[in-house]
């Protein structure tokens, strides 16, 4: 049985969404323009197991308040586009203005997922952050990365995979 879902890539600009949208698809990446605008697309492939993830690389913003061609294009594809699951990268260093965006996101009742990104850089300057009550407190699972490393890939390739498998259950 070979299933297929949608996973949008969605975060504030410069919080590493590019380079965790390159470790997940590789080389199988397809860059253009949104329809009718002239905002870079990026559409890439990622197959695990008879599994064909169809990932989608939103252009970054900081909320979906539609005032920025950016805002537009990231809110109207998450409502009528509707992903199977919205990766949300999130700068780990940088968690209030982060944040913002995620809550958004979670509360316009898309499936999503944190990427906590540059979790490194975050603990240089002390910052220590509780994944668990993180994960808690947002009610979606959260996962450090460190993306420019490659860290935590393989962690948030395998939550992807149990996010999107217990929705078949839904």
Known sequence: MSAKYTIALAGNPN?????IFN??????????????????????IWQYDGIEFEVVDLPG?????AYSLEEIIARDYIVEKSPDLVVVVVDAANLER????AIQIIEMGAKALIALNM???AESRGI???????????????????????CGIHELKEAIIEV??????D
């Open 15 to 19: 919080a590493g969404k590019s380079t």
């Open 23 to 44: 470790a997940l698809t590789g080389a199988r990446q397809h860059v253009g323009n949104w329809p009718g605008k002239t905002v870079e697309k990026k559409e890439g």
């Open 61 to 65: 913003t900081y909320s979906l308040t």
């Open 98 to 101: 982060n944040l913002y965006l």
């Open 119 to 121: 979790s490194d850089i």
């Open 128 to 150: 220590k952050i509780d994944i668990d009550k993180l994960s808690q407190g947002l009610g979606v699972r959260a996962v450090p990365t460190v993306a420019c490393r490659n």
């Open 164 to 169: 999107v498998k217990n929705q078949q259950g």
